[in-house]
């Protein structure tokens, strides 16, 4: 069922068994080779490397965002651009976007650098990908450095490398430099319940930057079975909201400004009241000025 000569595919994880996976199709897939796909935390967002035409090299980074849902729950994803301003002539390979969703590394041949494939670094700013950086030696070598991805704390990385021509290619970890490291991120992990029964309800899911009282991530009813995990940047506040039919609206502030690390998550439990009479439920991102 391939469109071209390695095309990417999809599968979902649903009550801890992965769904069959799917052929993501065009316009992500083409005839030619499409591989080493790279998700974003928000799953909003899909970096992979193709060959196909339209590119600046002979292996290009692209993008394409998430643009529907199908009714078993499996990401849609459209909209394919070329990481123009990321690729060179050469080859651009093995993207990792960090937990944070705005430090991009990824490995290239095509700029100066120390062997045949190096390691780079570049953060979004403004909308804009700031200048590739070279994570340097003793990270980049002489041989092949590619493969790089970097744990939500930020400080440990792992690659692989045939610096050692003996062993062939080999991985390799390291602690990223303080200006290399991405931004600190927390990550929240929640359950939806009946407020009655206790039995965990799929819902619809809204959370929302208080602060900048803007939406960072929605997880739509078919994309859950009543719990979720979603990472999110460090010191703010954040408003969640839960919506189902036959139930009344929910609403929660969680607050990340101290952070929290993998082994102490931030976790919440919603309870959501049937629609009957006498129910209630309490606004609590409704802020005003002192």
């Known amino acids: 069922d391939g469109v071209g000569s390695c095309d990417l595919y999809i599968s979902v994880n649903q009550n801890g068994v992965w769904t069959v996976p799917v052929n993501m199709g065009e316009p992500v897939n083409s005839g030619a080779w499409e591989s080493q796909p790279a998700l974003s935390a928000d799953g909003e967002t899909l970096f992979f490397v193709s060959s196909r035409r339209g590119g600046k090299g002979n292996m290009d980074i692209w993008k394409a965002v998430k643009t529907a849902v199908s009714l078993d729950g499996v990401p849609e994803f459209g909209n394919v651009n070329n990481m123009s301003e990321l690729n060179t002539t050469g080859n651009d390979l093995s993207p990792f976007l960090h937990a944070d969703g705005k430090t991009l590394y990824f490995a290239s041949n095509g700029r100066p650098g120390l062997g045949n494939n190096d390691l780079y670094m570049t953060r979004l700013k403004n909308d804009k990908w700031s200048e590739p950086v070279n994570l340097g030696y003793p990270i980049n070598t002489l041989g092949n ?129 049937p629609v009957i009479t006498g129910a209630s439920t309490t606004l609590k991102n409704i802020f005003f000025e002192t």
């Open 145 to 273: 450095e590619e493969g790089l991805a970097v744990e939500i704390s930020g400080e440990r990385s792992w690659f692989s490398s045939n610096r050692n021509p003996v062993n062939g290619r080999d991985i390799y970890y390291f602690t990223l430099p303080d200006s290399l490291r991405p931004e600190p991120v927390s990550y929240l992990r929640g359950v939806v319940v009946d407020a009655l029964t206790g039995v965990k309800l799929k819902s619809d899911i809204v959370l929302s930057n208080l602060k900048t009282n803007t939406t960072i991530r929605k997880i739509l009813f078919s994309e859950n079975e009543g719990d979720f995990l979603v990472c999110l940047p460090s010191g703010n506040n954040y408003g969640l909201n839960i919506t189902r039919k036959g139930y009344l609206f929910a609403s929660e502030n969680v607050s990340l400004v101290n952070g929290y690390t993998k082994s102490r998550p931030q976790e919440v439990t919603i309870r959501l009241q």
